[in-house]
């Protein structure tokens, strides 16, 4: 009797336990907070600084920033050669005086302060042209003769004004402006913390070129960049490095270093690649190897 009354109780399974969403992670691009970083070309990376309330002023949270996406584009097997600027109003306009001036001496010796501004010289093997616009003074004048290669337009705004702050350039600033336009003229501007101009930077050496307007800049910039990053990757890196040996070895040293250079380059596949495409009026398809 009990058992023909009992009728089996089906369970809806759906209803009693709750589906599981599992979600996949998935590789994402680097979020910057101060900068927009893009490829815009074939082989070229852009990095935009991009604070504009305080017109780029750089300061530690940017800088440690820019050098991430630096080392990103100069590890990246897609890129060839990057370009740094920042907007039309102002590249850089200098360092942020905020996070500068409570600093002792003990704390800016003790922590190195401004020593990580220096990774785009020191430690970045790609080239690196700067697209200067706008204001680029004290720390952003410096920026932008850490570049390989530096592009201007004729508005634009250099300076290392650091001796109106009782302070001196800390960046490279009188190690650089010396070296691009000689010691008179730098000695000159460091002392007086007079501004110059971009066909000023272009006059005197400063600038590889200047354009009339700031999208002419940008452009030239990235035209040259998309050529630079069409050759040979091995072949880039090597002319960057003997061109830049130049600057620490006396003419002797310099041509047998470049020599050297030259001949290590007989090993690379690209090499026979180069040479083969020319002699066959083709077109070389490099291997960067």
């Not at 380059?265 to 066959?280: R, W």
Request: proline letters at 5%; charged letters at 25%; a positive charge.
């Amino acid at each position: 009797m009990l058992a023909s009354r009992v009728r089996p109780r089906v369970v809806n399974l759906n209803k009693s336990i709750p589906r599981l969403r599992v979600q996949y992670s998935t590789p994402s691009e680097p979020q910057y907070e101060f900068l927009k970083v893009s490829t815009p070309r074939p082989g070229v990376g852009l990095i935009e600084l991009h604070r504009p309330k305080a017109l780029n002023a750089l300061f530690t949270p940017l800088i440690l920033e820019l050098n991430a996406a630096l080392r990103a584009f100069d590890k990246s097997t897609d890129i060839g050669c990057t370009v740094l600027t920042g907007s039309h109003k102002a590249f850089a306009a200098g360092a942020d005086i905020k996070e500068m001036a409570p600093k002792t001496f003990a704390e800016a010796y003790g922590s190195d302060f401004i020593e990580s501004w220096s990774d785009l010289p020191n430690l970045i093997k790609k080239p690196c042209i700067s697209a200067v616009n706008g204001h680029a003074l004290g720390g952003g004048c410096e920026l932008a003769m850490m570049a390989d290669v530096l592009y201007c337009s004729k508005g634009a705004n250099f300076g290392q004004p650091e001796i109106k702050l009782g302070i001196i350039p800390g960046a490279g600033g009188s190690q650089r402006l010396t070296r691009a336009i000689g010691k008179a003229r730098a000695m000159e501007l460091i002392l007086t913390g007079k501004n110059f101009s971009g066909q000023d930077a272009y006059d005197w050496g400063l600038a590889a070129r200047v354009f009339a307007t700031p999208e002419e800049c940008l452009t030239g910039a990235l035209d040259t960049a998309e050529t630079i990053a069409s050759y040979s990757r091995i072949a880039v890196k090597a002319a960057k490095e003997v061109v830049n040996k130049s600057q620490d070895l006396g003419i002797r040293e310099g041509v047998e270093f470049e020599r050297r250079v030259f001949h290590g380059l007989f090993g690379s596949e690209d090499q026979k690649i180069g040479m083969k495409a020319f002699a066959e009026k083709k077109k070389a398809e490099w291997v960067h190897r």
